[in-house]
T-cell receptor
Framework: LAKTTQPISMDSYEGQEVNITCSHN???????ITWYQQFPSQGPRFIIQ???TKVTNEVASLFIPADRKSSTLSLPRVSLSDTAVYYC?????????????FGDGTTLTVKP | KAGVTQTPRYLIKTRGQQVTLSCSPI?????VSWYQQTPGQGLQFLFE???????NKGNFPGRFSGRQFSNSRSEMNVSTLELGDSALYLC???????????????FGPGTRLTVL
């Protein structure tokens, strides 16, 4: 499974857009890119998943360049409740969907 | 639809004891995975069960074991507990179809195990 690299922490202010970039140089052809969010003492929660180009849902957008060696999670107009750890996962094919490899994650702190 | 439930939520044990944790997946989900989360090691995959069979296994010693029942409920057991086993144990379920698309994992709230 591909290894991912993310910033350890990021700070932002309410109302700003936050972009968290994840590097995954060894991504395989069939791999998907998935992001999870985790609040303290809770299990991770699926945010968004994509394969290439751009994916948008009601919570976030995911930008994936043509070479797919990186991806950027974009959170529009963050609020204090977006303070959490964000994990980028790569290489989670269906046959290995139950064996997600979580990296160290990015701790996002949103300040008032 | 009810989410993934885990019992108990909190547990305190002493070294050398054994413990059994339970996980009930979302109705219709046949895959159940277990993870250990600690401040030092982060989220680590333990094992996955699908249709009562272990399909994937992480790098944990044999003291960690699990099983899945015909109703997809799963249990994990840790024998001869060590201080380092203190962690949040998370269970996740997914539909795990036979297609090539990603199957989102739904996590439970976890069981906080403290080993004294």
């Amino acid at each position: 499974l591909a290894k991912t690299t993310q910033p350890i922490s990021m700070d932002s202010y309410e109302g700003q857009e936050v972009n968290i970039t994840c590097s995954h140089n060894n991504i395989a052809t069939n791999d998907y890119i998935t992001w999870y969010q985790q609040f303290p003492s809770q299990g991770p929660r699926f945010i968004i998943q994509g394969y290439k180009t751009k994916v948008t849902n009601e919570v976030a957008s995911l930008f994936i360049p043509a070479d797919r060696k990186s991806s950027t999670l974009s959170l529009p107009r963050v609020s204090l409740s977006d303070t959490a750890v964000y994990y980028c996962l790569v290489g989670v094919q269906n046959t290995n969907a139950g064996k997600s490899t979580f990296g160290d994650g990015t701790t996002l702190t949103v300040k008032p | 639809k009810a989410g993934v439930t885990q019992t108990p939520r909190y547990l305190i044990k002493t070294r050398g004891q054994q413990v059994t944790l339970s996980c009930s997946p979302i109705s219709g989900h046949r895959s159940v995975s277990w993870y250990q989360q600690t401040p030092g090691q982060g989220l680590q995959f333990l094992f996955e069960y699908f249709s009562e069979t272990q399909r994937n296994k992480g790098n944990f010693p044999g003291r960690f074991s699990g099983r899945q029942f015909s109703n997809s409920r799963s249990e994990m057991n840790v024998s001869t507990l060590e201080l380092g086993d203190s962690a949040l144990y998370l269970c996740a379920s997914s539909f795990r179809s036979g297609g090539s698309s990603y199957n989102e994992q739904f996590f439970g709230p976890g069981t906080r195990l403290t080993v004294l």
